[in-house]
Structures are given as structure tokens and as C-alpha cells.
């Protein structure tokens, strides 16, 4: 929701621990690196990469996926060694990282690296998409490493749990899933360090490895899974085939605002539609809020709505998105931390603002929010609205009536998100909201009610690219995946650059690359 945040600073959040819901590959665990020097090595550079500052560690990690940042750099992450950020071997966003070895002579290892909450005892499972490309694939004694680093107050390593991910003879050209469990934090841990990079010998060794979508998750003592119902009450409700949790009572954000579970706010009707509004007691106003118990993931999240919306006060907000709950704060990092994506319809105090937008969070961050207004002009006031999530992009769609999909001849509007914050895969849930702004009364003073008649959901598990020349997956081909297609020219190695499956990269691949230029078929 674009104000959900109201009395923090533009860019804040309630960071959290996600769990991704993919299916994962056994991991090759070592407790420390292969041969004594190259211990050595590892702790004077984990020393050499202590975190200068405490008053930044988060319980999750930020950024996950590497979406935010320059050309050269990662919001949240430190680097050191030889790495770069690269648009290939995505899993989800538009960006990943790459780490090769530092070529200094000697057991050193290049990467990448962000703090995250610790205490002795803790113990923590760590999930990670590594890989590596047959062009320049990991060879010798160089591999791919991911690191919890166990650090004093002072920023010094204590201990650290090593894991292998990619080496040599791994298949390449694809990403997979690491999941790895640490020992428990030892005594004096103050915070913990995720360092994912590549580890080289002496020899030089050449290859480099691809990371993308890096999560922490504290499993020992685990955090309250009820954390995430703090401000629901025990009432619930059934529509459109799921269960809701209905908010209240209570003072609670947006806004903030009074909300309450009461029937007269929130219901579902004989016709099974949902009711939701905004109501007057007395004095006080009494704003409304439901979400699912279960998180879905990736997929279509289509609303359909019955009523005046391009008619809505200026000061009320009705929000359908998705929003997951963390379980600690911080406002310093810039990303969508919340994995929350909004449809929203407001006028946001305006009385000549548009009425609709689809949001990315941080709202704040340009291109994050696409804004439009409906002119409905007819007598059924059915629209149907709708986010379509997947790894790489967000498509957003409003239509006239309940059909179930956009055509050419009832589409409002359709925007593709593309940006760095679409959510990653934790557990965010569906929510929908009618709530005031700034706890301002509707300038009519009237009670306020919309209904929602019903919800979809069509799931989408990482789809596979919808064109085959959609080499890194962004769902649009072009000079990225010819270049992808040039680095293995003239290949007769499988790869998916060979796109006629003749065995060889060549001119009759490259011709049906520019036969396919441009954005995929939906």
C-alpha cells in the first residue's frame, strides 16, 4: 500500500524471514575449506571484511535477489575480490551477481557479503541460487562457497560454517537451490555475516559463479510464527473458497486508524460476495481489513469488484495486495523487504487526483507506481482487477466486467513492472483494505462499502521462458540474449543458445533469435 507506512520516513520497512517454497537440491556441506593455508587465508580475509557498523544488522537478509544498486554494486552488500553484477543466470529480478577467483597468488577467495541478527546458540538455515555458464565454467580446486561468519561486537570472526555450491564437473548453464543448515552460534556471537563468492587456489584456477536470491532464515529458536496475527482478531471468514482472518479491534496501521472486526464492516453476503467498508460509531470512524491464512506465491491475483470506485472519496484508500509481516525494523535499507505489491484506488487527498494505481514497494523509488483514472460510464459498476507475479516481471491489468481475463475490447488498463523491487518468494498474503488517510473522515462524512465479488487465484511456479529465445529469462529478447547467443558461437556443446536443436550455434540460431525480437507472447 503506497501510505501504509504513515509516520516513518519514505523509504521504511519491517524486514522478516522468508521461506522459499522451491524444491531444493541436497547440499554439500564441509566445515572448513580443503588444506591449512587456505584457513589461514579465510580468517585473516574474514577479518579483513568486518562489518563497521552494528546499528545495520538486520534479522533478514536485504536485497536479496540484488535487484537495488548501481551498475557495479548491491544495496546492502559489501564485495571483495573480483565480482560484478550481471544480467545473466537470473532466477528472479532482473539482476544477479558474479564472483571469480582474485588471482593473487595465493588461497583467496572473492565475493560477496551482508550482517544479519545472531545470538549464541542460534542456528540458522540458509537457501541460495548458485550456478555457473559453460563458457567459463569452475575448473580445479575453484568452487563456489557460501559462509556464515560468526562475529564478536568488535566485528571479528569468531568461527565460520563454510558450504560448497557449484565446482568443477557441475552441470552449467542453469541455477539451482542450496540449502544448507549452520551449527549453532558460538559464545560471544554479537551478529553473523552471509559471505557467497568463490574460493582459488594458488594455481589460478579459471570459472566464475553466478548467485542470486540469498535468504536467511532463523530455525533455533525459531521466531513466533504468530507474530504474524498480532493485529487479527480470532474472527474469520469464508469467500471465494479460501479463509480470512478479519483485523481489529484495535488502533493498527495504515492510517493508523481504529479497526474492527464487526460484521457491519466486514461480511460476506448470501450471493457469497465479500462487504468491506469504512463505518461511523459515535464519533468514531472504524476502518476494515481481511487477509488469507495462507500465503500462495507466484501466480494470477485477479479481484473483482462491484461498485463506484472511480467516484472514491478523497480520503479513503481501498488496497488489494499482497503483504507479508516481519518480525523486526529497521528503516535504513531501501528494499521491498515486505514483499508487498498493491492495486490501490484513491485520490490520496486530492479531489482531481487519479483514482487508480499499481504499486511496487518502496513506493518512493521511481517507476515504482503507475497511476490512471477510470471513467466507467455505465450502470454495473463491474470491474475486475488484477496482478499476474512472476520471477521476472509483474503484469498488471484493470478490465470492465467479471470476465475472467483482459481482451482487447474490455481492457482499462495494463502496465508491466519490471523494476527492482517486485517481491521475492517468502510468504506474503493477500490483503484487502479499506482504510483513511492520516485518520482523516471521508470529506462526505458518509459510511463507505465496497464489494468485492470475487477473488482468483491461478498459480504460476516459475514458469519456464514463454520464448526459447528468451535466453535470460526476462520475458523480452533482445541485445542481452544476443549476446548470450555470440559467447557460445559456433558451440556444438548443448547449450540453449542452440535454438534449433541442430547441435551447433550458428547463423540459422541467430535467425531465430531476430524472428522472436522483442517482448514474448503472453
Known amino acids: 500500500m503506497a501510505s501504509r507506512l504513515e509516520g516513518f520516513p519514505p523509504r521504511t520497512f519491517f524486514p522478516g524471514m522468508p521461506h522459499m517454497q522451491e524444491t531444493t537440491l541436497k547440499a554439500r556441506i564441509s566445515s572448513s575449506p580443503t588444506g591449512p593455508c587456505l584457513v589461514i587465508a579465510m580468517i585473516v580475509f574474514l577479518g579483513a571484511f568486518a562489518s563497521a557498523s552494528m546499528a545495520q544488522v538486520q534479522c533478514q537478509m536485504i536485497n536479496p535477489s540484488f535487484e537495488v544498486g548501481s551498475a557495479t554494486s548491491s544495496a546492502a552488500w559489501s564485495k571483495t575480490g573480483?565480482?560484478?553484477?550481471?544480467?545473466?543466470?537470473?532466477?528472479?529480478?532482473?539482476r544477479s551477481v558474479k564472483a571469480w577467483g582474485p588471482n593473487v597468488g595465493a588461497w583467496d577467495i572473492s565475493g560477496w557479503r551482508q550482517d544479519f541478527q545472531a545470538q549464541p546458540g542460534w542456528k540458522f538455515s540458509v537457501e541460495v541460487h548458485a550456478g555457473h555458464q559453460s563458457v567459463d565454467p569452475a575448473t580445479g580446486s575453484l568452487r563456489g562457497i557460501v559462509n556464515v561468519e560468526w562475529r564478536n561486537a568488535d566485528g571479528q570472526v569468531i568461527s565460520y560454517d563454510s558450504f560448497t555450491t557449484v565446482q568443477a564437473g557441475d552441470p552449467t548453464d542453469q541455477m539451482n537451490l542450496y540449502t544448507f543448515q549452520t551449527s549453532a552460534a558460538p559464545s560471544g556471537t554479537a551478529y553473523a555475516s552471509l559471505m557467497c563468492g568463490v574460493v582459488q587456489s594458488p594455481a589460478h584456477e579459471p570459472g566464475s559463479v553466478f548467485y542470486d536470491l540469498a535468504l536467511t532464515r532463523r530455525i533455533d529458536?525459531?521466531?513466533?510464527?504468530?507474530?504474524?496475527?498480532?493485529?487479527?482478531?480470532?474472527?474469520?471468514?469464508?469467500?471465494?473458497?479460501?479463509?480470512?482472518?478479519?483485523?481489529?479491534n484495535g488502533w493498527y496501521g495504515p492510517g493508523p486508524n481504529n479497526f474492527s472486526d464487526s460484521p457491519a464492516n466486514v461480511y460476506v453476503d448470501e450471493q457469497g460476495r465479500l462487504h468491506i467498508g469504512i463505518r461511523r460509531v459515535g464519533n468514531a470512524w472504524f476502518c476494515?481489513?481481511?487477509?488469507?491464512?495462507?500465503?500462495?506465491?507466484?501466480?494470477?491475483?485477479?479481484?473483482?469488484?462491484?461498485?463506484?470506485?472511480?467516484?472514491?472519496?478523497?480520503?479513503?484508500?481501498?488496497?488489494?495486495?499482497?503483504?507479508?509481516?516481519?518480525?523486526?525494523?529497521?528503516?535504513?535499507?531501501?528494499?521491498?523487504?515486505?514483499?508487498?505489491?498493491?492495486?490501490e484506488f484513491s485520490r490520496w487527498t486530492d479531489p482531481n487526483g487519479d483514482t487508480s494505481q499499481f504499486v511496487a514497494q518502496p513506493w518512493s523509488t521511481q517507476g515504482n507506481i503507475f497511476k490512471f483514472t477510470m471513467n466507467l460510464g455505465r450502470s454495473d459498476y463491474l470491474t475486475s482487477h488484477a496482478f499476474r507475479w512472476k520471477p521476472h516481471v509483474v503484469e498488471c491489468r484493470s478490465w470492465y466486467g467479471h470476465d475472467d481475463q483482459e481482451s482487447p475490447s474490455n481492457t482499462i488498463q495494463t502496465w508491466d513492472y519490471l523494476g527492482p523491487d517486485n517481491p521475492y518468494p517468502g510468504e506474503p498474503r493477500v490483503h484487502i483494505n479499506a482504510w483513511l488517510i492520516n485518520t482523516l473522515p471521508p470529506t462526505d462524512n458518509k459510511d463507505f462499502e465496497?464489494?468485492?465479488?470475487?477473488?482468483?487465484?491461478?498459480p504460476m511456479d516459475q514458469p519456464e521462458p514463454e520464448c526459447p529465445a528468451d535466453l535470460n529469462g526476462d520475458e523480452i529478447v533482445n541485445g542481452k540474449d544476443l549476446a548470450m547467443l555470440l559467447a557460445v558461437w559456433n558451440s556444438i556443446e548443448k547449450t540453449d543458445a542452440d535454438l534449433n536443436s541442430d547441435g551447433l550455434v550458428d547463423g540459422n540460431d541467430l535467425a531465430v533469435m531476430l524472428g522472436s525480437w522483442g517482448l514474448c507472447s503472453p
Open 82 to 94: 573480483n565480482v560484478a553484477v550481471r544480467n545473466e543466470m537470473v532466477v528472479h529480478g532482473q
Open 221 to 248: 529458536p525459531q521466531i513466533d510464527p504468530n507474530l504474524q496475527w498480532n493485529d487479527f482478531g480470532d474472527r474469520t471468514l469464508e469467500f471465494a473458497g479460501y479463509t480470512w482472518r478479519v483485523k481489529g
Open 288 to 343: 476494515s481489513e481481511i487477509t488469507l491464512e495462507d500465503p500462495l506465491g507466484y501466480g494470477d491475483y485477479i479481484f473483482k469488484t462491484a461498485g463506484e470506485l472511480e467516484k472514491i472519496d478523497p480520503n479513503i484508500v481501498l488496497g488489494l495486495f499482497i503483504w507479508e509481516y516481519q518480525p523486526c525494523y529497521d528503516g535504513i535499507y531501501y528494499s521491498n523487504v515486505a514483499n508487498e505489491f498493491d492495486i
Open 450 to 458: 465496497v464489494i468485492i465479488s470475487d477473488f482468483k487465484f491461478i
